[in-house]
């Protein structure tokens, strides 16, 4: 697979909710590293879609995390995979773009279906491996390796950030060198 192209990106924030933050694997570090993460993709101008499950049962999107994306209207869906959602593929296909970064939780359902749906449906998906988890590192681990094996990218949030950037005097990069230190 090759790079993430700036102007063919768009990104995918699966259910990072009030209910199922404090329980996943190192809490602390992924809602920190995915903060990073989203403030330098939107520092980029890269576009997104942010998801929630069964909103009414597991909670909106952590304040942290909905302070980083600013004003967003997320996709409310009870499907495990965000491709089985109409709303999200819709809103995915009318971005136009190709290259599909990939962060949430948990690692091995929701975020591991949406990356084998997106690979089928012809995507180049890059998994920050970093901003997503399970309750478990062993689901986590698993998860990760089902999505390199089917194809995806295996990456880090930084790594993400600095390619599509490409070299210092790319626009946005000294704002996301002040975001990622």
């Given at each position: 697979m090759s790079m993430i192209?700036?102007?063919?990106?768009?990104y995918v924030a699966?259910?990072?909710?009030?209910?199922?933050m404090p329980v996943m694997s190192g809490?602390?570090?992924?809602?920190?590293?995915?903060?990073?993460?989203?403030?330098?993709?939107?520092?980029?101008?890269?576009?997104?879609?942010v998801t929630q499950q069964y909103t009414k049962g597991i909670g909106g999107t952590i304040?942290?995390?909905?302070?980083a994306l600013g004003e967003f209207e997320y996709v409310e869906k009870n499907s495990f995979s965000c491709m089985a959602n109409e709303e999200f593929v819709s809103r995915l296909e009318s971005l136009g773009k190709k290259d599909i970064i990939v962060f949430g939780i948990?690692?091995?359902?929701?975020?591991?279906?949406t990356v084998l749906q997106l690979l089928?449906?012809?995507?180049?998906?890059?998994?920050a491996a970093d901003c997503?988890?399970?309750?478990?590192?062993?689901?986590?681990?698993?998860?990760?390796?089902?999505m390199g094996e089917a194809g995806a990218a295996i990456t880090s949030y930084e790594a993400i950030l600095y390619e599509i950037l490409r070299d210092s005097k790319a626009d946005g990069f000294?704002?996301?060198?002040?975001i990622v230190k």
């Open positions: 192209v700036r102007e063919n990106a768009a699966i259910d990072f909710q009030e209910k199922l809490t602390e570090k992924l809602e920190e590293k995915t903060v990073k993460l989203i403030k330098g993709l939107e520092a980029l101008g890269i576009p997104g879609i304040p942290t995390i909905a302070e948990e690692a091995h359902i929701c975020v591991q279906q089928e449906a012809g995507y180049n998906v890059y998994l997503i988890s399970s309750r478990s590192e062993e689901d986590k681990l698993w998860g990760i390796t089902r000294k704002a996301v060198s002040a």
